[in-house]
């Protein structure tokens, strides 16, 4: 039994767990958990049968020594049949563009405030069968994170208290996890999480660009045709501490755009053009709401790529260009259509059926000539298979959240 709680912080810490779709179809997932406990702590007691305040023995923490480790599976059951019991309906995790999840719902996350459990007894002696008894408490804080807004939109918490006589050899860990379907039954019944999951909340104003940091002036491509085979060749790989994602050149004195969860939080990147030459990049400035990024670097003799703030319609053709999934398929161009515009969460994005995938985060997304209408973002991918929803930041709102003005 000793450490099976280190089991649970490793099984939720991995990641997506239980995903869901409410009758507003807004996806909402478990992500993470954090237990507020040290290596070594007293968390439990065992005690007599007789007088269950006479300790003879601690539970001490002991992070990673776990006797049974609940699965990611197992734990995200649990989660999601108290949301099937709120009538919200369970869906399977969406692919995530890059380390900071992106999505188009919300995202959980549970800090275990407190956790004490008590047994009273021994399994082995049937004489005090009838005396043995097992209890635990389990304080939560819910965490509730819009990934669009990039900010927690609500924060619940909640307590249990449970107890029982099973003396089954894994009944520690049963009534830990008991617990935890507990504090998941009462935060799926709070009026304020139903009101975030369904979208019953109060509207959400439209965001607008931050007023820190003074205007920088560049000079941006001029008003002509480019072929899309010599537009590709202005897209980079960015790689950054974490891994890479996608950007490109927009001016002819360095700067490139890219994804602000691509360079996180680094202050320099590596900059990979499709002729396989390589240097540094400085991350210049990045709006972390909007999700962008902008890094200065040498031209490598490549055009920048024009700058189209007029919206496209729906129906026209567009194409993406960036490294998906693999560093070896750098280039890669794909076709598609504007589908529509959709403001989520206060923010402007252009939908596409164009083919995306992790690694596209942070290029280009092109009309017919060759012109700059979007940056890749994040995908919708229920079930982890591709529904041809795919979301764009548009390059004007690029350019106004990162204050950059064309030189006169």
């Known amino acids: 039994m000793r450490g099976v709680i280190a089991g649970l912080v490793l099984a939720l810490a991995m990641g997506g767990i239980a995903w869901a779709e409410t009758p507003a179809s807004k996806p909402i997932a478990l992500r993470r958990a954090v237990f507020n406990l040290k290596d070594g702590d007293v968390w439990g007691h065992w005690g007599s049968p007789m007088a269950c305040d006479l300790y003879y023995k601690s539970l001490r923490w002991r992070a990673g020594k776990a006797l049974s480790e609940p699965d990611t599976e197992r734990l995200g059951s649990i989660f999601g049949e108290e ?6 309906s369970p869906s399977e995790p969406e692919n995530l563009f890059e380390r900071e999840a992106q999505s188009g719902g919300l995202q959980v996350g549970a800090v275990i405030k407190s956790l004490t459990a008590r047994m009273c007894g021994n399994w082995n002696d049937s004489l005090v069968e009838l005396a043995f008894r097992i209890s635990a408490s389990m304080s939560v804080e819910w965490q509730v994170y819009d990934p669009v807004r990039r900010e927690i939109v609500g924060r619940m918490e909640t307590a249990v208290s449970l107890q029982n006589k099973d003396r089954t050899d894994d009944a520690l860990e049963r009534i830990v996890i008991g617990a935890f379907r507990e504090n998941s039954r009462k935060l799926v019944a709070d009026p304020a999480f139903l009101a975030l999951v369904r979208g019953e909340s109060a509207p959400i104003e439209p965001l607008t660009p931050a007023k820190g940091g003074g205007p920088i002036i ?14 590709a060749g202005s897209v980079v790989t960015v790689l950054s501490d974490d891994g890479h994602g996608s950007g490109f050149l927009i001016s002819s004195d360095g700067y490139l755009l890219t994804n602000r969860h691509v360079v996180g939080a680094s202050k320099s990147v590596k900059i990979r053009w499709s002729d396989g030459f390589e240097s540094l990049g400085e991350v210049v400035r990045t709006d972390k709401r909007r999700d962008v990024a902008l890094i200065k670097a040498s031209t490598h003799s490549r055009q920048p790529l024009r700058l189209k703030r007029t919206l496209a319609r729906a129906g026209d053709t567009v194409f993406a260009v960036g490294t998906p999934l693999d560093e070896k398929f750098q280039g890669t161009l794909t076709k598609g259509i504007v589908s529509a515009y959709r403001l989520l969460d206060g923010l402007n994005f252009l939908q ?3 083919n995306v995938n992790p690694g596209n985060s942070g290029g280009p997304l092109l009309d017919e000539k060759g012109a700059v209408v979007g940056i890749t973002v994040l995908a919708y991918r229920p079930d982890d298979l591709p529904t041809g929803i795919n979301l764009f930041i548009p390059i004007g709102d690029a350019l106004d959240f990162l204050n950059l003005t064309p030189a006169p």
């Open 83 to 88: 949301l099937v019991h709120a009538n919200i």
């Open 218 to 231: 560049m000079a941006l491509a001029p008003d002509m045709r480019m072929p899309l085979s010599e537009a």
């Open 352 to 354: 596409s059926d164009v």
